[in-house]
């Protein structure tokens, strides 16, 4: 009987724990497997990433890198300026030096896009 009491004793800890890790905010996968894709503004595509380090914004295109820390900088074509953007860890501390992204938003330059649906992209 000795475990069972002891078990019971422990029981609501361990229910507070296992509470606090499954709503901590973990990705299912990495930034840069999470920014693939087409990110709408105002219902039209305004960005889109591609696997090869490519993309393209405002329909110029350009090239980006996601860094071990997973900071971005982005190199649009014709422009000598390199935008840079720290990680934001969460979607409430992105501001204009900032970005996250999750399944469904891309969060950067202190606006959120998005993600199109397959069928808008094919648009």
Known sequence: MKPIKIFKAFFPTLLLCLTIVGCSNTQSQPPSQLILGNWEYRSQSWCEF???????IG??????KIKDDN??????????DKLEFAWAGGEDKVDFEH??????TLYINGMQYPKATSSQSEE
């Open 99 to 104: 970005w996250y992204v999750t399944e469904d």
């Open 50 to 56: 591609y696997d090869d380090s490519t993309c393209l």
């Open 59 to 64: 329909g110029m295109a350009g090239e980006y």
């Open 71 to 80: 900071s971005i900088t982005l190199n649009v074509h014709g422009s000598e």
